[in-house]
DNA sequence: CATCGCCACTGTATCGTTACAGATTTTGTC
DNA sequence: GACAAAATCTGTAACGATACAGTGGCGATG
């Protein structure tokens, strides 16, 4: 007799049109099937020509590893989860973020998985799902706030994860987040270069870490430049257009009009611009405006509104790097990163004539 | 001695910590492995009290079935891919339609992968890595071409799916689409109500298969409500903004200039809208254009743009329906649906007052 | 009372992979 | 030349689930 049971496996040929497995690989090249798992992750001892033979012929025969065999055996998913609301809608951030981590993972063996949750409902959701059922190797996760309870659990629970945005709890972890303090600050310098002293901020919500960002650099311009505050609270970039475009007519109607504006989002600067607009005033006269923008459209269809392009495309494409470098065990610290605005020029009506 | 020897595991305590298994519960209610699992698929052949407590079980420890087990035992992957270009980004139609599909997921046992590829490679790509490595249960693709050759594939080989849009090809196949057609002569009606009557079209691209269906139900317009076409074939909705507006700027310049315009997309409106006003010329006044479009935004900030909406969350949610009732094994001609255009309220400047 | 059939349940093998503990051969040492 | 140490290679078991082929008990049948 040859082998004794299970690496008998070696001497029987595979079945047909089947998908190659190890066992393939070990019966065309003769050699164990442990032999031949072994030679493809390179291990110590293993002979060189061997390796050699053994990845000639899996190339050859198009050999990809069973992913439900690994995991089983290993735990390892090779899948990153991206976990959204449901709610995050507005103005479609996700597009370009999808798309930036794909290009990431299309490099990697790694797959993405989109795991949603209604953030009105429980945000650890999502987390615990993955941590009970081992659903990822790594987390991507936004809305991040400054005491933000996923990132104490994902931490606790050692699973690698990124966040989009900051924190504040001395947790050093991956994250990469937009400089919206500078953002502000910069937007606060264009409309004092234009003459405007009574500005506005349209904020995040209040629970979100990047909030506190976009006001400090806010009130830092307005120091620095010598501009006052006028009170806008009641809304918020996470409100309706509508709420938002009501609460601003209001104000705009008011005595205490602004006559410089600073919009913390693309979709909160057009409700803005139909509250000013509904108030009988206008754009680039009576008031001017910037606004983080994370696509063309308003530079196209407003070019009178000053827009700082956030570039969330290559937002994606840091994140993945980061929560792969976590999964390899880079330190945190190492993957952390900030992406300045671009102060865009305003769109010419017609660059050719 | 006991049971005899893989079985002798429900006799042996689960580990402490550790996620439940069917041999957990096994061990709880004294049951082998086996009776277990087919308790908890509700086979015929277990009493209906061992049901009973097995699934009480199970329900009180909080147990999971492993995917990583259930798949290299039969097969089954419960994940769902949606197949994306990576250059669909415009006007990010994908964030919605993830949203749809996340939603109707979330009541199942399904994953949504996401798949993507670079458009001008080899669209069967990600098709045929699905269909090697069995990384899909079902599969959502759009684009769809007249004679698709991924529809042909994936009705070969049995793999189930659906696509976003319709083909030509005479195989029934589950698909949703939106009446291109209907919009377009929807679109021609409206124009031609306010006296427009040299009408021009921003079509898709002539390889997908709408791009058909719109011409058709646009000329059907023409001929119905009298008006003629003007020729503008050079850009499609998958140019550039600036290519669109450019070519559009020298039409509007021309003796042949349109004094109608349908949009087929909403960005690609955008880029008209810069094209005409280069020109100088103005909408609502020159010239009366009808879009389809994604959101809300053109409406908001242009609403002398008459627009249709496309529901691309619904579309979503269709589409994952499909896909899932295939899987299951229901006929495609009942997985099949259209939804129609829905023709937006112009905004009012300000509706309180 | 032997036998049959049915019900309810169980053991074994298996999916593809890898950790681990050998096994065999070659090389090195004195 | 004997023995140890490398150097290579291999079998077994296990991850968690399920298909399949039983097994044992019990009531019905003749």
């Given at each position: 007799?040859?082998g004794?049971?299970?690496?008998?496996?070696?001497?029987?040929?595979?079945p047909?049109?089947?998908?190659?497995?190890?066992?393939?690989?070990?019966?065309?090249?003769g050699?164990?099937?442990?032999?031949?798992?072994?030679?493809?992750?390179?291990?110590?001892?293993?002979?060189?020509?061997?390796?050699?033979r053994?990845?000639?012929?899996?190339?050859?025969?198009?050999?990809?590893p069973?992913r439900?065999?690994?995991?089983?055996?290993?735990?390892?998913?090779?899948v990153?989860?991206?976990?959204?609301?449901?709610e995050?809608e507005?103005?479609?951030?996700?597009?370009?973020?999808?798309?930036?981590?794909t290009?990431i993972?299309?490099?990697?063996?790694?797959?993405?998985?989109?795991?949603?949750?209604?953030s009105?409902?429980?945000?650890?959701?999502?987390?615990?799902?993955?941590?009970?059922?081992?659903?990822?190797?790594?987390?991507?996760?936004?809305?991040?706030?400054?005491?933000d309870?996923?990132?104490?659990?994902?931490?606790?629970?050692?699973?690698?994860?990124?966040?989009h945005?900051?924190t504040?709890?001395?947790?050093?972890?991956?994250?990469?987040?937009?400089?919206n303090?500078?953002f502000?600050?910069?937007a606060?310098?264009?409309?004092?270069?234009?003459g405007?002293?009574?500005?506005?901020?349209l904020?995040?919500?209040?629970n979100?870490?990047?909030?506190?960002?976009?006001?400090?650099?806010?009130e830092?311009?307005?120091?620095?430049?010598?501009?006052?505050?006028?009170?806008?609270?009641h809304?918020?970039?996470?409100?309706?257009?509508?709420?938002?475009?009501?609460?601003?007519?209001?104000?705009?109607?008011?005595?205490?009009?602004?006559?410089?504006?600073?919009?913390?989002?693309?979709?909160?600067?057009?409700?803005?611009?139909?509250?000013?607009?509904?108030?009988?005033?206008?754009?680039?006269?009576?008031?001017?405006?910037?606004?983080?923008v994370?696509?063309?459209?308003?530079?196209?269809?407003?070019?009178?509104?000053?827009?700082?392009?956030?570039?969330?495309?290559?937002?994606?494409?840091?994140?993945?790097?980061?929560?792969?470098?976590?999964?390899?065990?880079?330190?945190?610290?190492?993957?952390?990163?900030?992406?300045?605005?671009?102060?865009?020029r305003?769109?010419?009506?017609?660059?050719?004539?």
């Amino acid at each position: 007799m040859d082998g004794k049971t299970k690496n008998r496996a070696a001497a029987v040929p595979p079945p047909d049109g089947a998908r190659p497995t190890l066992k393939t690989i070990a019966f065309m090249t003769g050699l164990g099937i442990t032999t031949v798992s072994r030679a493809l992750k390179d291990a110590p001892d293993i002979g060189a020509e061997t390796k050699e033979r053994v990845r000639l012929v899996a190339k050859q025969i198009g050999y990809q590893p069973n992913r439900a065999g690994v995991r089983l055996r290993t735990g390892k998913t090779n899948v990153i989860s991206l976990v959204l609301t449901l709610e995050e809608e507005i103005m479609g951030i996700t597009s370009p973020m999808v798309v930036g981590i794909t290009e990431i993972l299309a490099g990697t063996p790694y797959h993405l998985v989109v795991t949603p949750y209604s953030s009105t409902k429980d945000p650890l959701g999502p987390i615990r799902y993955i941590l009970d059922t081992g659903a990822a190797d790594g987390v991507i996760i936004s809305r991040t706030e400054p005491h933000d309870p996923r990132v104490t659990l994902m931490t606790e629970r050692h699973l690698p994860f990124v966040t989009h945005g900051r924190t504040e709890m001395g947790i050093v972890h991956p994250f990469h987040d937009f400089d919206n303090e500078r953002f502000a600050y910069e937007a606060v310098r264009r409309l004092t270069e234009r003459g405007r002293r009574r500005l506005v901020l349209l904020e995040p919500p209040p629970n979100l870490t990047f909030h506190s960002h976009m006001r400090t650099g806010f009130e830092r311009g307005l120091k620095d430049f010598g501009a006052e505050a006028v009170s806008f609270h009641h809304v918020n970039i996470d409100h309706s257009l509508v709420a938002i475009r009501d609460a601003f007519e209001q104000l705009m109607r008011s005595v205490d009009a602004p006559d410089g504006i600073v919009s913390g989002s693309g979709s909160g600067a057009i409700a803005l611009i139909a509250g000013i607009e509904s108030a009988g005033k206008k754009v680039g006269q009576d008031v001017d405006m910037v606004s983080k923008v994370p696509s063309d459209f308003l530079r196209w269809l407003r070019p009178e509104v000053m827009t700082m392009y956030e570039d969330i495309r290559l937002a994606g494409r840091e994140l993945a790097k980061a929560v792969i470098g976590h999964i390899e065990g880079k330190p945190p610290e190492t993957l952390q990163s900030l992406s300045q605005p671009e102060f865009q020029r305003p769109m010419s009506k017609s660059p050719k004539v």
